[in-house]
């Protein structure tokens, strides 16, 4: 069982920052993929930014410039440096992270509970 534990979203205005970090825990054997999906209202989830273990990231078109992914891996935890904030930002963020229970297991998906950002103009 792996839990994620999200934290730093909140209310932000528009040119300005936050920062969510997301930190799992449990059984792990190792980490591949940690990610930052959000769901803005009426609208499916999509892929914000990941980081794979060989430290490739990938970013959304409309973050790329403005938003950061780090990982700290020794902690196991994920961060997501937001700047530039824009009102279309608003959204709930969701951490993601691909993980191995053991060195036979096969890698399982897990998501946090969900954090909620929101950019007033």
């Known amino acids: 069982q792996v839990q994620l534990v999200e934290s730093g979203g909140g209310l932000g205005q528009a040119g300005g920052s936050l920062r969510l970090s997301c930190a799992a825990s449990?059984?792990?054997?190792?980490?591949?993929?940690m990610g930052w999906y959000g769901q803005a209202p009426g609208k499916q989830r999509d892929l914000v930014a990941v980081?794979?273990?060989?430290?490739?990231?990938n970013y959304a078109n409309s973050v790329k410039g403005r938003f950061t992914i780090s990982r700290d891996n020794a902690k196991n935890t994920v961060y997501l440096q937001m700047n530039s904030l824009k009102p279309e930002d608003t959204a709930v963020y969701y951490c993601q992270a691909d993980s191995r229970a053991s060195a036979w297991a096969l890698p399982r998906t897990h998501w946090g509970q969900g954090t909620q950002v929101t950019v007033s103009s």
């Open positions: 449990g059984i792990i054997f190792s980490i591949n993929t």
């Open positions: 980081s794979t273990t060989d430290d490739n990231t």
